[in-house]
C-alpha cells in the first residue's frame, strides 16, 4: 500500500512543476538568508571575542553558514529538475541524481533543526565562556602595559559602557581585584600601604569601581569610590543606592544579548526548514508522477504520485537490507560455503544412490 | 530667434516621450530618496535637540520632506503626460495643462535647488544654536530634580561618551560651572563652605570634571578630580598627560557631525535637481514639438522644438507685460466700442446734418 497516492494529469504535473519552481527559488532565497544569518552571528561574536574565553558557540553561526550555501545549491538544483521535469527527452538523465539530492535536502533539514536546538542547549557553554573571559578580563585590567593584555582595559571600558553592566556579576567583582596599576600608585603614602598590607596577597584593593560602571541616568554626579562607606559621601546610602551604578552584570548582559539575537533568528530559521520540506515532498511527487507517466504508454495522460511505494515500515526494511547488502559485498559468508557444502555431499550422496542401482 | 531650437521627426518624438516616462519613473525614485533623506536628518537633528537652544533648524528637513512628497507627484503626473504625448490625439487631452504643468515644475526644481544651498549654508545658524544649547546644558547638567530639566544630565553624560568629547570647547569649561547639586553638598563642611564663599555668584566651583568626559582609551584609571593642581594624584602631570580626557569640546564634535550630514545630504540633493532639471529640458522640448505638429497640421511630419519661442529679454519682456496687465482687469480702457458717460456730456456738440447739395 502506497503511502499518500494522488492522481495527476498533464495540466496538474505541469502546475506541480511551475509550483515547485517558485518554491525552489524561494528556497535558494532562503538559503540566502540562512547564510547571511550565520555571517551576521559570527561577526557579532567574533567583535567580543577578547572577552569568551572558547569557540564552542561559534558552531552554530558555522553550520548556519554551511547549511545556506548547500540549501542555495540544492535548491538550484531543484529548480533545474523542475524545467525538465515535463520534457520525456530530458527527464530520465536525473533519475540516480534525484536520490542523492533527496539525501541532501533531509539532511539540510535535520542540520537546521539540530541549529535550532544548538542555540538553547549551547547558551550554559557561552555563559561559563563569558564568565572565564570577564574574569581576566576584570584581571588584566590593570595590565596596560603588557604586550598581548594592553587592550583589555578599553574592552572592558567600552563593553560596560555599552551594554551597561558593571563587572562579571555585579559591580562588587570590582572589590576582588586590584584594577589600579602599581604605577600610579604612591608607596610613600600611608593610605596605599595600609590597604596594601590589609590583604595576604599584597594588592591594593579597594572600594571603588572604574569610570565605566557609572550610569549617565543616576541624578547625582557619579560617586565610584568608597561605596561601601556611607559616610564617605554626603546623603549617601550605600543599602539603598541603586542608580548610581549600573546594577547588571556583564556576564548576565552579554547572555542576554546573543540568546536575544538567536531567538530572534528562530522563526525565520523555522520558516527556512518549511519551505525545503515541502520543496522536498513536492519534488517527490513529481518525481513519482512524471516516471509513472514516461513508464505507460501515454506519456500526456493520467499517472499516480506518491510519497512511498510500500508503508513506511517495509520501506525502512527493504532500505536496511539493501545498506547491510552493501556493507557486506565485500566478506565472504560462511553460511554460503556450508550450504555449498551440504549441496555438494547430497549430489554426490544421489550419484551414490544413483550408480549401485544398475549394479544391483 | 528661438532659444535651444531642435527639430524632431515623428520617430524621435516618439522616443522621447518613452525616455521621459522612464526619467519620470526615475524621478518619482528619486523624489522618495529625498523624502527619505529628509526624514533621516530630521531624526538626527531630533536625537540632539535638547544640547540646541533653537529649533529653527528644523526647517530643512522640513523642506526636504515637503519637496520629496511633491517630487514624488508631480513626476507621476509627468510620466502619464509623457507617455501619452507619443501620440497626437492623446496630447489633446494635456494640451492645456502642460504649461502650467512645467511652470509648476520650474518653480518645484528651484526649490529643490534652494533646500541643496540650505545645506551648506546653515552651518553659521548651527553653531550658534549648537554652543548657545551646550552652555545651557552645563548650567542646568546639576538639575536633575527640575521639570523640564531632569533629563539634561543624561543627555549630556551619553553626548560627551558618544562623541567623545568634553565640555564646549574643551574640559576647562567644566571648572566655571557647578555641576554638583546643592543636594548633595553638605553645608555643615568647612572645605564646601569656603569653596561656595570664594566666587561672587555663590557657586560650588571646582576644577573637576564628570565621569562622561574620560577617555577609555586612557592606560590609567580616570583622574577627574584636582585637575588643575599638580600634586594631586601620583606621577600625574596635567600637562603632559594628554589622553586621561577626552581633548575635543563637544560643540566642535556635534557640529563635525552634522556638517558631514548636511553636507552629504546637500550634494545628494544637487545631483537629484540637475536630474530634474534634465527632466524639465526634455518635457519644454516634448511639449513645443508636439504643440507645432499640431499646428503645422500633419502628424507624421517633422516639427521644432525649444525651450523658449523668443529670446530670454523678450520672453521676459513678454511675461512682464501679462503680469501688469493682469492688475488692470477692472480699470476702464480705450475701447471705443464701450459706451462710458462722461462729465462732458453737457458739452457735447450736436451733430451736424450734412449739407445735401440739391
Redesign the interface.
Known amino acids: 500500500m502506497t503511502l499518500l497516492k494522488m492522481k495527476f494529469n498533464q495540466q496538474r504535473r505541469v502546475r506541480l512543476a511551475q509550483g515547485l519552481w517558485l518554491m525552489s527559488w524561494l528556497a535558494v532565497t532562503g538559503g540566502a538568508f540562512i547564510f547571511c544569518l550565520g555571517v551576521y552571528l559570527k561577526t557579532e561574536l567574533l567583535r567580543r571575542d577578547e572577552v569568551m574565553e572558547n569557540a564552542e558557540i561559534h558552531v552554530v553561526p558555522n553550520i548556519l553558514m554551511m547549511v545556506g550555501l548547500a540549501s542555495m545549491g540544492t535548491n538550484w538544483v531543484a529548480s533545474r529538475v523542475c524545467q525538465d521535469s515535463l520534457d520525456v527527452s530530458r527527464f530520465p538523465r536525473w533519475k540516480v541524481p534525484l536520490l542523492a539530492w533527496f539525501a541532501m535536502a533531509a539532511l539540510l533539514c535535520c542540520l537546521l533543526l539540530t541549529v535550532v536546538v544548538l542555540s538553547y542547549a549551547l547558551q550554559g557553554s557561552l555563559e561559563d565562556s563569558l564568565k572565564v573571559g570577564l574574569r581576566n578580563g576584570i584581571r588584566f585590567y590593570?595590565d596596560?602595559?603588557v604586550p598581548g593584555r594592553?587592550f583589555q582595559?578599553?574592552t572592558i571600558?567600552?563593553l560596560q559602557?555599552e551594554f551597561r553592566c558593571c563587572g562579571n556579576n555585579n559591580f562588587k567583582d570590582w572589590f576582588e581585584v586590584q584594577?589600579?596599576?602599581s604605577?600610579?600608585?604612591?608607596f610613600t603614602?600611608q593610605e596605599v600601604k595600609d590597604r596594601i598590607r590589609s590583604n595576604v596577597d599584597g594588592r591594593y584593593l579597594l572600594d571603588g569601581v572604574?569610570?565605566?560602571c557609572?550610569n549617565?541616568?543616576s541624578?547625582?554626579?557619579?560617586l565610584?569610590n568608597h561605596l561601601t562607606d556611607s559616610r564617605a559621601?554626603?546623603?549617601?546610602e550605600y543599602q539603598s543606592e541603586e542608580l548610581n551604578l549600573y546594577s547588571r552584570g556583564c556576564r548576565q548582559a552579554l547572555t542576554d544579548y546573543y540568546m536575544g539575537l538567536m531567538n530572534s533568528t528562530g522563526p525565520g530559521v523555522l520558516s527556512v526548514i518549511m519551505i525545503q520540506m515541502s520543496v522536498l515532498l513536492s519534488m517527490r511527487y513529481l518525481q513519482t508522477a512524471v516516471e509513472a507517466a514516461i513508464a505507460s504508454e501515454n506519456p500526456e495522460g493520467e499517472s499516480e504520485g506518491y510519497l512511498l511505494d510500500k508503508g513506511v515500515k517495509e520501506t525502512y526494511q527493504d532500505v536496511r537490507a539493501k545498506v547491510l547488502g552493501l556493507l557486506k559485498f565485500g566478506q565472504v559468508d560462511p553460511s554460503e560455503d556450508a550450504s555449498g557444502a551440504a549441496e555438494g555431499a547430497k549430489t554426490a550422496d544421489t550419484e551414490k544412490a544413483a550408480t549401485p542401482t544398475p549394479a544391483s | 530667434m528661438a532659444v535651444g531650437k531642435v527639430t524632431f521627426t515623428k520617430a524621435e518624438r516618439e522616443k522621447l516621450a518613452e525616455v521621459l516616462w522612464l526619467l519620470n519613473w526615475i524621478s518619482v525614485v528619486t523624489g522618495a530618496i529625498l523624502f527619505g533623506l529628509g526624514i533621516f536628518l530630521k531624526v538626527e537633528i531630533q536625537k540632539w535637540q535638547e544640547v540646541m537652544s533653537e529649533q529653527g533648524i528644523l526647517y530643512v528637513p522640513h523642506m526636504l520632506i515637503t519637496t520629496g512628497l511633491a517630487a514624488c507627484g508631480i513626476n507621476y503626473l509627468g510620466s502619464k503626460i509623457c507617455l501619452d504625448c507619443a501620440d497626437t490625439n492623446k496630447f489633446l487631452r494635456w494640451k492645456l495643462v502642460m504649461m502650467p504643468y512645467i511652470v509648476c515644475t520650474f518653480f518645484f526644481t528651484a526649490c529643490v535647488l534652494a533646500g541643496a544651498l540650505l545645506c551648506y549654508s546653515i552651518r553659521g545658524q548651527l553653531e550658534e544654536s549648537l554652543y548657545q544649547g551646550l552652555r545651557n546644558a552645563m548650567r542646568f547638567y546639576k538639575d536633575t530634580d527640575t521639570p523640564g530639566r531632569c533629563y539634561l544630565k543624561r543627555t549630556l553624560d551619553l553626548l560627551q561618551i558618544q562623541f567623545q568629547c568634553c565640555g564646549i570647547s574643551g574640559y576647562r569649561d567644566w571648572f566655571q560651572v557647578q555641576w554638583i547639586s546643592g543636594r548633595y553638598l553638605d553645608m555643615t563642611d568647612g572645605a564646601v563652605v569656603d569653596r561656595l564663599r570664594s566666587n561672587v555668584e555663590g557657586k560650588y566651583l571646582m576644577d573637576s570634571v564628570p565621569f562622561s568626559c574620560c577617555s577609555t582609551i586612557s592606560p590609567r584609571p580616570c583622574v577627574q578630580h584636582r585637575l588643575s593642581s599638580a600634586s594631586s594624584d601620583f606621577s600625574y602631570d596635567h600637562q603632559r598627560q594628554p589622553l586621561n580626557l577626552w581633548r575635543r569640546g563637544c560643540g566642535q564634535a556635534l557640529l563635525d557631525h552634522y556638517t558631514g550630514v548636511m553636507q552629504s545630504i546637500g550634494l545628494t540633493v544637487l545631483l537629484i535637481w540637475l536630474f530634474e532639471l534634465l527632466v524639465l529640458t526634455g518635457v519644454r522640448y516634448l511639449q513645443t514639438a508636439m504643440e507645432n505638429v499640431l499646428r503645422l497640421g500633419d502628424p507624421e511630419s517633422e516639427s521644432d522644438g525649444w525651450i523658449l519661442e523668443k529670446s530670454l529679454a523678450e520672453t521676459a519682456c513678454y511675461n512682464f507685460d501679462i503680469i501688469k496687465n493682469l492688475g488692470k482687469c477692472y480699470q476702464v480702457d480705450d475701447d471705443p466700442n464701450i459706451n462710458v458717460p462722461s462729465v462732458a456730456a453737457e458739452l457735447e456738440v450736436p451733430s451736424q446734418q450734412v449739407q445735401v447739395q440739391s
Open positions: 590593570k596596560t602595559d594592553c582595559k578599553e571600558d567600552r559602557m584594577w589600579v596599576s604605577r600610579y600608585l604612591d603614602s572604574p569610570f565605566s557609572c549617565p541616568a541624578p547625582r554626579p557619579c565610584q559621601h554626603y546623603n549617601y
